[in-house]
């Protein structure tokens, strides 16, 4: 297999190869090594590599799962693993190691992923932009270098747009998968609170905000991750009722009865929408329509957003004390100056002032907000948004470098519809379905009832198949392809 073969493939079609043994494990591995020391390295998209040891793994992988053994990437995250040591994108956590692997982590392995790097983040992964200090640079968005790969995910966006990998792990607090897979032209899909498992350590992540997954290049890749690695875990605090059949069926199967889709074109608050972005969804509500599609246009409903903004910034805080205290218990030493970026080390400061009153508020915020938009929401199959408010970032406009409040009042802005829907629990996708003329991708979000993650997964692929997005790679890697 040739290098420009590999990249050309998506993991189910490498999997493929490799049950019919027309490639090999140590193969694939050698090609994502060799991307990863290039285009990787270019984009500053990948952290703790451990490249001559993953062609030893290789060597010894027993095919398994639905993907047998191609080469994968986790998140420089907390997400625990053996193999390869974290920093969370921030000084204080280098080179953290772990002595057990997560449950997801056996869950990506059993599915025939193999891990042989992290890949970048901002730090305490709480930005939608990746230029985190403690990464020596800022990555780099693989379709346009002046502009954000978006965040908390951006390095596993950019690798997998630059073909480093077909599919990487993600997480998404608050839009984490959603962001940088709209910035970089890939599939990013957020699973209905409780699918994906968080322990054993953990039982919620950001107060039920958080979750786990992967992006893609294709729909198919992220579904037959999402069959490998859902499923209720011994102990978890939440549950969402198992599909009634296998994520792979929902964008395999052929055509169903056609949905009841609303378009949202406006914001809370009225924050302003781009465009370029009004532009991108309406071409999906379009492409819905033309495919028997029942479109209606709407608006959100009614919610205090800057209260749930308030909240959202109160668990942060209280999320970030926690963290720092006990990496520094375990370090037996106190905070340093050179620790913290200066949004990090006011928002810690913010959440030494908070008090339990504050944080119990803030979760019943969340609950708020997720009963007022799965009341609303179960008016239609399905809801169309824009991913962000604005194109891609410019880079250094969410760097986290002035006070914490200031910085996240700009990522509310910029994100409004994202991390709405970590509160309210409900399963949402961005799909690239839309390119300016500049040649810039610009995400649509599908937003589904809680617990219908198919249906979710299903529009995705209709999309997909309307307006097929695996063809396209930036223009700088070309000539390579």
Known sequence: MTENEYQDLDGLALADLLQKKAVSSPELMEHAVALSRTRGAALNAIRYEKYDDALQWARQWRHQGQFQGI????????????????????????????????????????????PFARTSVPEFCMAPTTEAVANGAVTLNPWDE????????????????????????????????????????????????????????????????????????????????????????????????????????????????????????????????????????????????????????????????????????????????????????GLKRSLRDDDLEPAMRDGYEQGLR??????????????????????DIARFDLILTPMLAQPPAPLGYLAMQGPFREFRYKVAQYAVFSAIMNASGQPAASVPVYWTEAGLPIGVQIMGQFGRDDLVLRLSAELERAAPWAGRIPARFKQAA
């Open 146 to 329: 002046t502009r954000s790969a978006g965040g908390s995910s951006g390095g596993a966006a950019a690798a997998v747009a630059a073909r480093v990998v077909p599919l990487a792990h993600g997480s998404d607090g608050g839009g984490s998968i959603r962001i940088p897979a709209s910035c970089c032209g890939l599939y990013g899909f957020k699973a209905t609170r409780g699918r994906v498992p968080t322990g054993p350590t953990k039982g919620e992540i950001w107060g039920g905000m958080g979750t786990d997954g992967v992006l893609s290049r294709s729909v198919r890749d992220t579904a037959a991750a999402m069959d490998a690695i859902c499923g209720r875990e011994a102990g978890a605090p939440y549950d969402s009722a198992p599909p009634n059949a296998s994520f792979m069926s929902a964008v395999t199967e052929a055509r169903r009865a056609p949905l009841r889709i609303a378009v949202w074109t406006s914001a809370w608050d009225g924050i302003p929408l781009a465009p370029e972005c009004l532009d991108a969804v309406r071409y999906a509500a379009s492409l819905c329509k033309d495919m028997g599609h029942e479109i209606i246009e709407a608006a959100p409903p009614p919610l205090d957003y800057q209260q749930f903004f308030q909240s959202h910034l109160q668990v942060l805080e209280a999320n970030i004390v926690a963290s720092v205290h006990a990496r520094l218990a």
């Open 354 to 375: 908070l008090t339990a009153e504050d944080y119990v508020n803030a979760i019943n915020t969340f609950h708020h907000v997720g009963r007022v938009l799965q009341t």
């Open 71 to 114: 080469p994968f990437l986790l998140k420089d995250s907390s997400l625990a693993s053996v193999r390869l040591p974290m920093s969370l994108g921030s000084n204080l956590f280098t080179d953290t190691s772990f002595t057990f692997d997560a449950t997801l982590t056996q869950r990506f392995e059993a599915a025939g992923l193999i």
